[in-house]
């Protein structure tokens, strides 16, 4: 007998090649089941509710592994947490969920940070945690053109051209744009991103910014579906998953 564990996580995705395993870097993923393994004595698979790009945070990613019955929920995340001490990933809560529950394919709905520091001076405590963007940038302009985004849209000119996903029609529920003291942060929400396109949508949101464009230019770029009609792509750094969200999950517990 198993049990699913559904648990959330925290990184820093700065050392990191991104969330899913591969052959030629260290990733978050890769270390997780590595944990898991040293505790289970066994190979174990964990499914992520995403992935994210190399140099990318997360304060709530998601994810679900199977364990043996023997270990509850909280006993998988302190286990965990033990075994990622030196390295900057923690297992922020953990309950069991139901069998047929998946990270990835249950959740309704994701949520996207991105901060932005746009002054001279370079940070010092928030390096590699902002884009450092070194020019002006006039937020509630930004906010006017980020409206034109909102719905379900064809957003070809906000993906990446490696984008894999088989259409390009996604329906953005939130994109706010809003001061927080000396940064700008972009608040996004949708039930699924293409590859890139936060990011996409926040360089585009800076030529806004910086007065290169006119809030009606991202109108005008979004409806040219081409991924060359839109602005450049913002750095890693400044983005961070903050929320996966699911139904109410009938049986689960800690």
């Not at 052959?23 to 040293?38: F, K, Y």
């Not at 047929?100 to 994701?110: E, L, M, N, T």
């Not at 719905?151 to 088989?166: E, I, T, Y």
Request: aromatic content about 8%; glycine content about 6%.
């Amino acid at each position: 007998m198993t049990r699913r564990i559904l648990i959330t996580i925290e990184y820093d995705g700065s050392p990191f090649a991104g969330w899913q395993r591969q052959d030629n870097g260290d990733t978050v993923q890769a270390r997780i089941e590595d944990a898991a393994a040293a505790f289970l004595l066994a190979p174990v698979a964990v499914a992520g509710a995403g992935r994210t790009d190399s140099g990318v945070h997360a304060t709530q990613q998601a994810a679900h592994l199977d364990v043996p019955d023997k270990f509850n929920a909280n006993r998988v995340m302190e286990a965990l947490n033990a075994h990622l001490t030196h390295v900057p990933i923690s297992i922020r809560s953990a309950i069991e969920v139901p069998a047929d529950f998946h990270a990835r394919f249950s959740a309704i709905s994701r949520r996207y940070l991105y901060r932005i520091l746009p002054r001279r001076q370079p940070p010092a405590l928030d390096a590699g945690r902002v884009w450092h963007h070194k020019h002006p940038l006039d937020a509630a302009r930004m906010a006017i053109a980020a409206k034109h985004l909102v719905g379900r849209h064809d957003f070809s000119s906000f993906r990446a051209r490696q984008c894999q996903a088989q259409s390009p029609i996604r329906t953005l529920d939130r994109l706010d744009v809003e001061m927080a003291g000396d940064e700008i942060h972009l608040h996004v929400e949708a039930r699924s991103f293409l590859h890139h396109q936060v990011r996409n949508i926040t360089g585009t949101l800076a030529l806004v910014g910086t007065g290169k464009w006119q809030p009606d230019d991202v109108k005008a770029a979004l409806y040219a579906a081409n991924r060359s009609a839109a602005g450049p792509t913002a750095p890693p750094q400044g983005l961070y998953l903050t929320g996966v969200y699911y139904p109410p999950i009938a049986g689960s517990r800690d």
